[in-house]
């Protein structure tokens, strides 16, 4: 299996990267290395796969696998709709520090409150774009042509860690892609104005219970020092 899957990664990333011709003059990335997120957008990122026969894409890996992540954000709330190779479909909804996780359980939705530093899988991440939190000026090994356009590329491979790789556009500092492991996503950004993300009425009661839970713990936890 893991023969497959490192076959299938290279012909995906071949299939979107080229050298870049010499007569392109393009100066060296400047900090950041990756424009930051908006406050007001939406964007995704879905994993390549290479197309088979009839078109049909092939995806390897288990029934937990990610195989897209769509984000909105519009003020202080953050909403991320991740989709499983299985077809599922679950809500993180990052609010002040909390996350909320909103999914269907056999037809019964539940919402529970995440740990603020909880990443399922690497693949979801409180601030900043996924899969380019690791770049430093250090991984940074040139420019190539991902899909027409000019890219910074950036790998980061340490023996007995994830081999990571990351490609930012040139004129925007946008993310297009990037590698975690044996998987490529790739980055796409709709020019539409999002809708101003509502906290559904249901998570807000979650969200008031966990608020009221936690002063109670932080209460009781002052208590005790000073009765110490």
């Known amino acids: ?45 879905k994993l390549q796969t290479p197309a088979l026969k009839k078109g049909k894409p092939r995806i390897v890996g288990s029934s ?23 077809k599922h479909t679950t809500q993180y909804w990052y609010v002040e520090g909390t996350i909320l996780m909103n999914q269907a359980d056999d037809g019964q939705l539940i919402a529970t409150m995440v740990e603020p530093d909880w990443n399922r899988f690497n693949l979801t991440v409180p601030t900043g774009f996924t899969g380019f939190q ?4 250090e991984n940074y090994i040139g420019v190539v042509d991902f899909d027409g356009r000019p890219s910074y590329h950036y790998l980061f491979d340490k023996e007995g860690g994830v081999k990571r790789e990351a490609w930012v556009e040139v004129s925007t500092n946008r993310p297009l892609a990037f590698r975690e492991g044996n998987s490529v996503y790739a980055y796409a950004f709709p020019d539409a104005t999002p809708k ?23 209460q009781l936890s002052k208590d005790i020092k000073l009765n110490r």
């Open 1 to 45: 299996m893991k023969t497959t899957l490192f076959v299938l990664l290279l012909v995906t990333v071949n299939a979107f990267t080229k050298p870049m011709p010499e007569s392109v003059v393009v100066p060296l990335p400047k900090a950041p290395l990756v424009a930051l997120t908006p406050d007001n957008a939406t964007w995704s990122f």
């Open 64 to 86: 937990n696998m990610i195989i897209k992540v769509r984000t909105t954000q519009t003020g202080r709330l953050k909403l991320e709709e991740v989709t499983f190779s299985d």
């Open 134 to 137: 690791w770049l430093k000026k």
């Open 196 to 218: 101003t993300l509502v906290l559904p009425e249901r998570l807000q009661t979650a969200l008031q219970k966990i608020r009221r839970e936690v002063g109670y713990r932080d």
